[in-house]
């Protein structure tokens, strides 16, 4: 069975500089996506980021990027350039790339502050 | 841009009390899900429906829960005797599924049920 953990249940940082979310999994499956979901305080899920685990490069999508480690399994969100708007739950999770439902497995989730 | 929608926003019920939520997934889009969020916890995968049937349910979906697709755009929720512990945020998903399930998921903004 697969699992997604996220070891850092809060973060916070200042406002125009970096942060970075971690995130690990397991799983036996070579064909998989993986997502970083934000959850802000309005409670609706957000895709921020995906990547195809195919692929070696590094997915980005404006101030968010990732560095995918496919050997050691690990996941992890940079934000830069942070703003007050990037406070949020972020969640990571993970898809098994063919399946009977294609259903996400979620980590427990990070809550970020952005400090102005 | 499409939405998923779902109603009500926040239901309040008596325990022991049917309940029916309400989803209007992306219209091409085959693959339809119910996740559950308990306050402050991680995202729970309760339900997939493919083709007009479950493809997939976790060992939270027991018999008190069903999922109906009844007039093709429509896609419900039923909980049969709610418990105390069914409070919680769900939320309804679709996908395109097979290659487009990796482009991930588009959520609804959930629906809050409290059992009192």
């Known amino acids: 069975a697969q699992t997604v953990t996220q070891s850092q249940p809060e973060m916070s940082v200042q406002e125009a500089e970096t942060v970075t979310l971690s995130c690990t999994y397991d799983t036996s499956e070579n064909n998989y996506y993986l997502f970083w979901y934000k959850q802000p305080p309005s409670r609706q899920m957000i895709l921020v980021i995906r990547q195809e685990a195919y692929k070696q490069q590094n997915a980005t999508e404006n101030r968010f990027s990732v560095n995918f480690q496919k050997a050691a399994k690990s996941f992890s969100l940079k934000i830069s350039d942070s703003q007050l708007g990037d406070t949020a739950m972020y969640f990571c999770?993970?898809?098994?790339?063919?399946?009977?439902?294609?259903?996400?497995?979620f980590g427990s989730g990070t809550r970020l502050l952005v400090r102005p | 841009e499409p939405e998923v929608t779902q109603t009500p926003s926040h239901q309040v019920t008596q325990m022991g009390q049917e309940v029916i939520l309400r989803c209007v997934p992306i219209s091409n889009h085959l693959y339809f899900y119910w996740y559950r969020q308990i306050l402050g916890q991680k995202v729970e995968f309760l339900v997939s429906?493919?083709?007009?049937?479950?493809?997939?349910k976790s060992e939270i979906f027991d018999d008190q829960f069903s999922v109906e697709r009844p007039d093709g755009s429509n896609f419900t929720l039923k909980i049969r005797s709610t418990k105390l512990e069914d409070s919680a945020m769900y939320f309804c998903?679709?996908?395109?599924?097979?290659?487009?399930?990796?482009?991930?998921?588009?959520f609804g903004s959930g629906t809050r049920l409290t059992v009192v």
């Open positions: 999770a993970f898809m098994k790339g063919m399946d009977s439902s294609y259903k996400l497995i």
């Open positions: 429906f493919y083709n007009n049937e479950i493809s997939e």
């Open positions: 998903a679709s996908t395109r599924g097979t290659g487009g399930a990796g482009y991930g998921y588009t």
